[in-house]
Antibody
Framework: EVQLVASGGDLVQSGGSLRLSCAAS????????MNWVRQTPGKGLEWVSD????????HYADFVEGRFVISRDNFKDRLYLQMNSLRVEDTGIYYC??????????????WGQGTVVTVSS | IQMTQSPSSLSASVGDSVTITCRAS??????LGWYRHKPGKAPQALIY???NLLSGVPSRFGGSGSGTDFTLTISSLQPEDFGTYYC?????????FGPGTKVDFK
């Protein structure tokens, strides 16, 4: 059974930093593209970032503006999101999700339960 | 690529047929997925590649479209189908979700 357990969310002041972590099990983590998606109050789901299986390729949403870094440890089966220069509008629930490809078409097929990030002014 | 959805919310009865539309600001071929999100739960993938149901998703869910215009249809709404439905384009980075359609019951 695929399990994704996100952690690291906390209350932090504007301008601060947080490191989110996602522990993966039940699938071949080192062969899987991984993503972070967030739900912000009143704005629904927002795609945040993606990292290739090897970690060589990363992509980010425009609103990241160089403040976040996605990374992974394929020996520990862990995904990370380092968030710097946090803003009030970054407040939300952050989900890690596995990206699976079926014959050239893909989906975020498994999701963790989310970790809550609150940024105060 | 910007995604829009309509309607933003709808109220329907059990057994009703429901249609949600999603429009992309550029051609995304068939790289469109649908997700449902219930409060306090992780989002769930329903459809990938415009029309392919994920394992375990009931056959009352259907997807269609191509290019810029897409549709999610629930043929006979069931009580467990409440929640907010989102489309997601994964044709090009950055991936983008639509703003969501909240489905509740009359």
């Amino acid at each position: 059974e695929v399990q994704l357990v996100a952690s690291g969310g906390d209350l932090v002041q504007s301008g601060g930093s947080l490191r989110l972590s996602c522990a993966a099990s039940g699938f071949s983590f080192r062969q899987s593209d991984m993503n972070w998606v967030r739900q912000t109050p009143g704005k629904g789901l927002e795609w945040v970032s993606d990292i290739s299986p090897s970690g060589a390729n990363e992509h980010y949403a425009d609103f990241v503006e160089g403040r976040f870094v996605i990374s992974r440890d394929n020996f520990k089966d862990r995904l990370y999101l380092q968030m710097n220069s946090l803003r009030v509008e970054d407040t939300g629930i952050y989900y890690c999700a596995k990206y699976k490809t079926y014959f050239g078409l893909s989906t975020l097929d498994s999701w963790g339960q989310g970790t809550v990030v609150t940024v105060s002014s | 690529i910007q995604m829009t959805q309509s309607p933003s919310s709808l109220s329907a009865s059990v057994g009703d047929s429901v249609t949600i539309t999603c429009r992309a600001s550029g051609d995304i071929t068939n790289n469109l997925g649908w997700y449902r999100h219930k409060p306090g739960k992780a989002p769930q993938a329903l459809i990938y590649g415009t029309s392919n149901l994920l394992s375990g998703v009931p056959s009352r869910f259907g997807g269609s479209g191509s290019g810029t215009d897409f549709t999610l249809t629930i043929s006979s709404l069931q009580p467990e189908d409440f929640g907010t439905y989102y489309c997601l384009q994964d044709y090009e980075y950055p991936f983008t979700f639509g703003p969501g359609t909240k489905v509740d019951f009359k």
